[in-house]
């Protein structure tokens, strides 16, 4: 069955999967989308810093909650089909435009739900505010879902260059809508509005820069194109998106908890982004692009992956390390409880950029069910740990779910191997020197630390800062020379591949 009306369209995108330059177009891509990471990461932690002095755990916890509905509402809709759209090898205008309605139908009607449920979920939770506040920002999944099929085609075109430059310009425009109402009084609205702010923005920005329009038609047999690797991966992006271990600390541990979880999330959530994100499309449509060219995505896999550790890993390791001293500084005393968690969840971003590509491997040859069987697998795991260790208090959950997550990492290591056709010691000796290098600096970053223990703790948390980053390259560049200039050979010889 069809249904057509008038075609609009300026100049049309580009459908085609990148087959030459890929190398150099990575590489500008990683660059790129690492402004694109950097702007909202920087911005929002600005954003973050100012709230956390103004908001209490409680206030915190709220907004947190009411995300985590409209998040819900974002990880049921069928956002997969984006993926499917760039991991395809060859799309049509009738896919864009089944795909198009497809998600923003399905987000008007997600949309509707919570409206009728926030009055029944701020009953139930003692918090008349949520009645208001989750649909406001529930509102962001009809923007998202509209910004869907031309965020696909600007990363199925590697066009990473537009996708910092429309996230730079949404960041800037929820940050500064944030600070304003801030310092007006808003309190906690003001974090609503700046989450809604960046929907509507990015939305905006997606179809200027993809040069896209949809036309008034839907194809059901370009929908079935796309279904099967499409249904796997908008259960992929459900189970990744759905936030259910804060869902549920909310409701078992109430809006303080959830506050002090979410407080250590939402930085661990900030770096993260700042480190993955570079990658997470990148990879994705490079990888894409090299369906059987075993040789190329080999090598392009290992690289990712050992520059994604040597960044990652020295990060996470110092933020663990200068968390008690960082944390009542730059966000108040009141925030000290959340050093535990922030401490753990240090730990996870061990594995996120990691993870990060694994996904991008295992999904972008076509092998969406797999991933999602084995997130659906993790996600059962997580509520059953969020249920037997909510009431040992919000410090030993999140330890928990760290330790469930690096059990639950073992399995992916035996899918990226047998999609490689590496040994395991192969694919594990690639984050030697950055485990090495990460354990050496926090073992000297101690020792400063015990040295400083009567001082400032702003002198002390600089001069522990200075002297890991010291130690930390010092030993990257004494033991990975070789490996540095390998990358950058391969690099340069690729350029024009």
Not at 422 to 451: C, D, E, K, N, R
Request: net charge positive; proline share 3%; charged share 10%.
């Amino acid at each position: 069955m069809t249904i057509v009306a008038t075609a609009q369209a300026a100049a049309g995108p580009n459908l085609e999967h990148r087959k030459t330059g890929r190398a150099g177009a990575a590489m500008r891509g990683a660059f790129w989308s690492m402004v694109s990471s950097f702007a909202p990461a920087a911005f929002g932690m600005i954003v973050f810093m100012a709230s956390s002095r103004v908001l209490s755990p409680a206030e915190f916890g709220i907004v947190s909650f009411a995300a985590s509905i409209a998040t819900f509402g974002m990880a049921v809709a069928p956002a997969g089909f984006r993926d499917a759209l760039i991991q395809r090898d060859s799309i049509t205008e009738q896919h864009l435009n089944a795909v198009f309605w497809l998600c923003v139908v399905a987000a008007t009607v997600i949309f509707g739900v919570i409206v009728l449920a926030s009055g029944t979920i701020a009953e139930q939770m003692g918090e008349p505010e949520l009645r208001l506040l989750i649909p406001f920002i529930g509102l962001r999944v009809v923007f998202d879902m509209a910004a869907a099929v031309p965020n696909g085609l600007l990363v199925r075109a590697m066009s990473f260059r537009k996708i910092a430059t429309r996230t730079t310009i949404a960041s800037l425009v929820a940050a500064l809508t944030c600070l304003a109402l801030l310092w007006l009084g808003f309190g906690l609205w003001a974090l609503a509005f700046s989450q809604l702010a960046t929907s509507v923005v990015t939305c905006a920005g997606a179809l200027i820069a993809a040069r896209w329009r949809p036309a008034f038609q839907f194809h059901w047999g370009a929908l079935k194109d796309l279904r099967s690797f499409g249904l796997f991966a908008t259960g992929n992006h459900f189970i990744t998106t759905i936030s259910i271990d804060q869902i549920m600390i909310g409701v078992l541990l109430g809006p303080a908890g959830l506050g002090i979880y979410g407080f250590g999330r939402r930085i661990f959530q900030i770096l993260t982004d700042l480190i993955a994100g570079a990658l997470n499309l990148v990879s994705y449509s490079l990888l894409s692009s090299m369906q059987g060219e075993p040789d190329k995505l080999r090598e392009a896999y290992l690289f990712g992956t050992f520059a994604s550790s040597i960044i990652a890993f020295p990060v996470f390791g110092g933020l663990a390390l200068v968390a008690p001293d960082l944390i009542p500084l730059a966000f108040g005393s009141h925030w000290v409880e959340a050093v535990p968690v922030v401490q753990a969840l240090c730990a996870l971003g061990l594995l996120t950029a990691i993870g990060v590509l694994q996904s991008s491997l295992v999904k972008s040859q076509g092998q969406a069910d797999l991933w999602f069987y084995y997130i659906a697998g993790k996600q059962l795991v997580t509520i059953l740990y969020v249920y037997l260790f909510s009431s040992w208090g919000v410090s030993a959950l999140t330890n928990a779910l760290v330790l469930q997550n690096f059990l639950m990492w073992l399995p992916t290591v035996y899918m990226v191997v047998r999609l490689l056709g590496i040994s395991a010691w192969s694919y594990l000796a690639s984050f030697a020197l950055p485990v090495f290098a990460t354990a050496s600096m926090v073992g000297v970053g101690m020792v400063v630390q015990s040295q400083l223990v009567a001082v400032e703790p702003w002198l002390r948390l600089g001069g522990t800062i200075g002297i890991c980053a010291v130690t930390y390259a010092v030993i990257v560049l004494a033991l990975g020379r070789r490996r540095l200039v390998e990358i950058g050979a391969t690099l340069r010889r690729r350029r024009s591949v």
